[in-house]
Nanobody, 122 residues
Framework: QVQLVESGGGLVQAGGSLRLSCAAS????????VGWFRQDPGKDREFVSA???????NYADSVKGRFTISRDNAKNTVYLQMNSLKPEDTAVYYC????????????????WGQGTQVTVSS
């Protein structure tokens, strides 16, 4: 069983930056793929970024060039560095882990965190 806890959300002005963290329990976390998703009220949850067990990454077109995903397996933590934030990035951000280590852009993940709110003001 893996438990995920997101942190780092908050209120930021457009153009600003935030770094989200996803801390995981479990000794095998380094072999998991981890994804970030976001959901705005009234909208579907959407893929943001993911990283596989060896560090390859993928991004939604809407965040390419602005967001960077990384992982520190020694700390059982995955990060999402978000730069040049826009009001349309406002959402609850969720991290998710998948036992099979490949990147998946759909919501086929085995474990989910509770989410952290990101609000970008204009």
């Amino acid at each position: 069983q893996v438990q995920l806890v997101e942190s780092g959300g908050g209120l930021v002005q457009a153009g600003g930056s935030l770094r989200l963290s996803c801390a995981a329990s479990g000794r095998t976390f380094s072999s998991y793929a981890v994804g970030w998703f976001r959901q705005d009220p009234g909208k579907d949850r959407e893929f943001v970024s993911a990283i596989d067990w060896i560090g390859r990454s993928n991004y939604a077109d809407s965040v390419k060039g602005r967001f960077t995903i990384s992982r520190d397996n020694a700390k059982n933590t995955v990060y999402l560095q978000m730069n040049s934030l826009k009001p349309e990035d406002t959402a609850v951000y969720y991290c998710a882990a998948r036992r099979t280590g490949g990147i998946v852009v759909t919501q086929e993940y085995d474990y989910w965190g509770q989410g952290t709110q990101v609000t970008v003001s204009s």
